[in-house]
């Protein structure tokens, strides 16, 4: 089968090759798919790169996500006839075929396009997965960092489905803005975090703040939070050093969280996880443009997609198909 393989870690545009990979026979609790889309994310890159928390290995076929249809599934995770159509998630989704554990592998309603379904077993799980762990009540305030990511637009959409009053920091120019909910008004700009953050103090507190950015901009975040408020941090988007102060957590009575998608699949009691796929199923049948593409490209031209993923400013995930 043809795959996207790296023999070492590295930037993508140098490590990554398309070949010739043995195809792969589906073990106990594995299924086995044939692969249609791919939505290259920002862990795609921390995997080639040796950066994320799944380690690489060698030759390692590149990609984590994907949807596709059921070829055959190995002992112990059957219930999945061939054809059927699934969003999965595991390492070597860039290739013709994947191998995914039973417990990755998520039934595809037939109104889901194949451009969303292939983002389902990442962002919007982890969108729901974290709002459920800070359960923000109605009427808090919860402020959304990197406000016009994926994650952001599925957070700041399933929140107002909870009536919680979300805010979005956006990056704007050289400095940053701060917005009251998706395309709502503009509450305050500064030249950095903490001072668009300073300016808008007068509103209130945050209840919850859910931040991938990470780095030193952290302590911003913590200085803009209730006290006894929770911050949780999801992406390292900053992956700058930041140092600390206990007092800054311990006069606050914050809560500072550490949130992966996996760990939360793996805690999560099964109606949990039943109940975010019914949610974010019938949200994103409703709303397949929560998951904007910007564009596509066969699995063979993964250079051309990744060059545009450097150059492109436009909304959206680049895919690779076929
Ligand atoms: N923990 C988990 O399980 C988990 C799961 C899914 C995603 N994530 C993480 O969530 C983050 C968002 O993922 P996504 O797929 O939603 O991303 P995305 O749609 O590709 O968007 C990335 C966004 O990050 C912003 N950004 C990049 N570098 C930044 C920086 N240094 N400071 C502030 N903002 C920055 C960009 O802002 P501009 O628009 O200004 O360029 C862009 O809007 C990523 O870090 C990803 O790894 C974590």
């Known amino acids: 089968m043809q795959a996207v393989v790296f023999e070492r870690a590295g930037r993508p545009e140098e490590v990554l090759a398309v070949r010739e990979a043995p195809e792969p026979v589906p073990g106990r609790g594995q299924v086995l798919i044939r692969v249609e889309a791919r939505a290259i994310q920002p862990a795609d890159f921390l995997f080639i790169e040796g950066r994320y928390r799944v380690r690489p290995a060698f ?23 061939a054809g059927t159509r699934v969003a999965f998630r595991s390492p070597g989704a860039w290739a013709e075929l994947a191998l995914a554990p039973l417990s990755r592998v998520y039934p595809v309603p037939p109104q889901i396009p194949e451009a969303v379904a292939c983002q389902f077993a990442l962002n919007p799980l982890t969108a729901w997965g974290l709002l459920a762990d800070c359960s923000p009540a109605p009427s808090s305030r919860l402020l959304i960092t990197a406000g016009r990511s994926a994650v952001a637009r599925l957070l700041a959409r399933l929140a107002a489905r909870r009536g919680v009053r979300a805010s979005l920091l956006v990056r704007e120019g050289s400095g940053y803005a701060l917005l009251e909910g998706e395309g709502g008004a503009l509450l305050a700009r500064g030249a950095s975090v903490a001072e668009a953050l300073g300016r808008a103090a ?14 030193p901009d952290t302590l911003a975040l913590m200085d803009a939070l209730a006290p006894g408020g929770r911050l949780v941090t999801y992406g390292l988007l900053d992956d700058r050093e930041l140092s600390l102060k206990s007092s800054r957590l311990l006069f606050k009575n914050m809560t500072w969280q550490g949130f992966g998608v996996d760990g939360w699949l793996d805690r999560a009691a099964p109606a949990q996880i039943q109940a975010a796929r019914s949610e974010l199923w019938a949200m994103l049948a409703e709303e397949p443009g929560l998951l904007p593409v910007a564009a596509a490209f066969p699995l063979s031209r993964v250079d051309e997609a990744i060059r545009a993923i450097r150059e492109s400013r436009l909304p959206g995930k680049i895919l690779l198909t076929g």
């Open 59 to 81: 030759p390692q076929v590149a990609g984590l996500e994907g949807s596709g249809r059921v070829l055959a599934c190995g002992d112990g995770a059957e219930g999945f006839p």
């Open 202 to 215: 007068q509103a209130g507190p945050f209840h919850a703040i859910l931040d991938p950015m990470g780095g």
